[in-house]
T-cell receptor, first 112, second 117 residues
Framework: GNSVTQMEGPVTLSEEAFLTINCTYT??????LFWYVQYPGEGLQLLLKATKADDKGSNKGFEATYRKETTSFHLEKGSVQVSDSAVYFC???????????FGTGTSLTVIP | GAVVSQHPSRVICKSGTSVKIECRSL??????MFWYRQFPKQSLMLMAT?????????EQGVEKDKFLINHASLTLSTLTVTSAHPEDSSFYIC?????????????FGPGTRLTVL
């Protein structure tokens, strides 16, 4: 089957700390992988994506590399800011339709 | 661009009543809309996929007579929870896809919190 497992939160970091949120997946075929972010009171927004193995998605200082050998897509940021406080969702799409499979979400709080 | 709205953002209703949730694509035409349900600390679970002008496709285990979906136009889809019960209390999120390729990015609404008393 298809599923996404991501690190449970909540995660609390000090400003300028290094962030890693782990995400692993199970999928048939060759999925595309995504990170979505949800700020308080808002919808999910696409943060970054990667469509094939070894691709690196990046946006707003966040990065994630599609690792087929470890079936992982860990999210990283070198120096977090208070404005990065949000819930982060890892997701996959099998590329054979529109269905997305989401992880449970990881809440991040960055304190000054 | 690509903004999706939902209305209402929060609704509280009595058991046995029906509740309608609207999902609108504000600045694009959505060929496909999706409805998800999210329980606390759990994943978004796809409930159904709807294409404009045709019947929705429901995921296994989702009661189509309980969760009525109407996608009457390219900018509006509605989810009606019929005869709601406390176990239907949840966070409902819609998303919309512009279409045009085998992979279509989905744009998500802010969600609707339903509480059934």
């Amino acid at each position: 089957g298809n599923s996404v497992t991501q690190m449970e939160g909540p995660v609390t970091l000090s400003e300028e700390a290094f962030l890693t949120i782990n995400c692993t997946y199970t999928a048939t075929g060759y999925p595309s992988l995504f990170w979505y972010v949800q700020y308080p009171g808002e919808g999910l927004q696409l943060l970054l994506k990667a469509t094939k193995a070894d691709d690196k998605g990046s946006n707003k200082g966040f990065e994630a590399t599609y690792r087929k050998e470890t079936t992982s897509f860990h999210l990283e940021k070198g120096s977090v800011q208070v404005s990065d406080s949000a819930v982060y969702f890892c997701a996959l799409n099998r590329n054979t339709g529109n269905q997305f499979y989401f992880g449970t979400g990881t809440s991040l709080t960055v304190i000054p | 661009g690509a903004v999706v709205s939902q209305h209402p953002s929060r609704v509280i209703c009595k058991s046995g009543t029906s509740v309608k949730i609207e999902c609108r694509s504000l600045d694009f035409q959505a060929t496909t809309m999706f409805w998800y349900r999210q329980f606390p600390k759990q994943s978004l679970m796809l409930m159904a996929t709807s294409n404009e002008g045709s019947k929705a496709t429901y995921e296994q285990g989702v009661e189509k007579d309980k969760f009525l979906i109407n996608h009457a136009s390219l900018t509006l889809s509605t989810l009606t929870v019929t005869s709601a019960h406390p176990e239907d209390s949840s966070f409902y999120i819609c998303s919309a896809s512009k279409g045009g390729s085998s992979y279509n990015e989905q744009f998500f609404g802010p969600g609707t919190r339903l509480t059934v008393l």
